[in-house]
């Protein structure tokens, strides 16, 4: 089963040339439904490539298909895999090929999930074409990554850290050199060890209460090599924070700037041989958005204008 990428993206919108957010969600919801009242000429946008939009409901909630409409020009050709027999396509006047891309609004912040179906399926950027061309709003919009935002700040005042996940190249492993804790002495003996890698490491610690001499001790060794960890691959840590009045709390900080993605593993048929690609997409991709709601929602709360 394929594996596919799932990507995040604010819409913004452009006036006097400056790309700001939204302090309101857009009525997507809305403007789905009038995409399915309308003619498909309406919903059509020619600009580098033919686009055109349509809907697919599922679980009683509408989704967008984006598609993008080969070319007359594209080579296209069916092989019969038993057989071997090759048949060319020819495309008519009423009908068109399309590659076709999943794309779910999701209900804070003005954030889609995207799914591409394969390269050539239309990218955030043709979604950004199509929602500027199909003349359904006032606004110029802008599509661009949600990004998570390094909060290296926030392990000065975490009481500890149940969980840290850390990715280091080969390249950062030198900046390592001379810190005595125990994250930074376990990365180095592994690239001392096996020589140009990359380390993946996660450190958990049992949310009891008895260990919370090891969480803080797990806390300290990663504020040591917080100047490393920023420059990694990837690092991101669970921490835990006192409140005097109550319980723990725990927040899951990410601690390196990258744009909010999550690979899927996506059906194509049922038992039965039913295609049920588009749905299983819409299923992976609302999947990731639970999965990382957390991180999107602060990303695009505090990520900036």
């Given at each position: ?29 809305g ?8 003619d ?30 080969k ?26 090929y ?24 239309p ?5 950004e ?68 890698i ?85 299923d992976a ?14 990303a ?6």
């Amino acid at each position: 089963m394929k594996e596919r990428t799932v990507g995040f993206y604010e819409i913004v919108s452009v006036r006097d040339g400056q790309a700001k957010r939204m302090s309101e969600p857009m009525d997507w919801d809305g403007m789905l439904s009038d995409l399915a009242r309308v003619d498909v000429s309406e919903r059509t946008v020619d600009a580098d490539a033919r686009l055109v939009g349509t809907l697919v409901t599922h679980d009683m909630q509408d989704h967008l298909l984006l598609h993008r409409v080969k070319g007359a020009g594209e080579w296209l050709s069916v092989l019969n895999y038993r057989t071997g027999d090759l048949r060319e396509l020819e495309e008519s006047a009423q009908e068109g090929y399309l590659d076709t891309s999943v794309i779910c609004f999701l209900p804070f912040g003005n954030v889609v999930g995207i799914m591409q179906g394969g390269i050539s399926a239309p990218s955030h950027k043709a979604l950004e074409t199509w929602l500027n061309g199909i003349g359904m709003f006032r606004d110029t919009f802008e599509l661009r990554p949600v990004v998570t935002h390094a909060e290296v700040e926030k392990l000065k005042s975490a009481a500890g850290a149940s969980r840290v996940e850390v990715k280091v190249m080969a390249n950062n492993m030198s900046a390592l050199s001379g810190r005595t804790g125990g994250l930074a002495r376990t990365l180095r003996v592994a690239g001392e060890a096996y020589g140009e890698i990359s380390v993946t490491m996660i450190i958990s610690v049992p949310r009891k209460k008895e260990l919370a001499k090891h969480r803080e001790h797990l806390l300290a060794d990663l504020a040591e090599i917080s100047d490393v960890v920023t420059g990694a691959e990837r690092a991101r840590a669970r921490l835990v924070f006192s409140d005097p009045g109550g319980p723990e709390q725990t927040q899951l900080v990410e601690l390196v700037e990258h744009s909010i993605t999550a690979k899927k593993r996506v059906p194509a048929t049922d038992a039965e041989g039913r295609s049920i690609r588009i749905v299983s997409a819409v299923d992976a991709i609302l999947g990731a958005a639970a999965e990382h709601e957390e991180t999107l929602q602060r990303a695009v709360r505090t990520g900036g204008p």
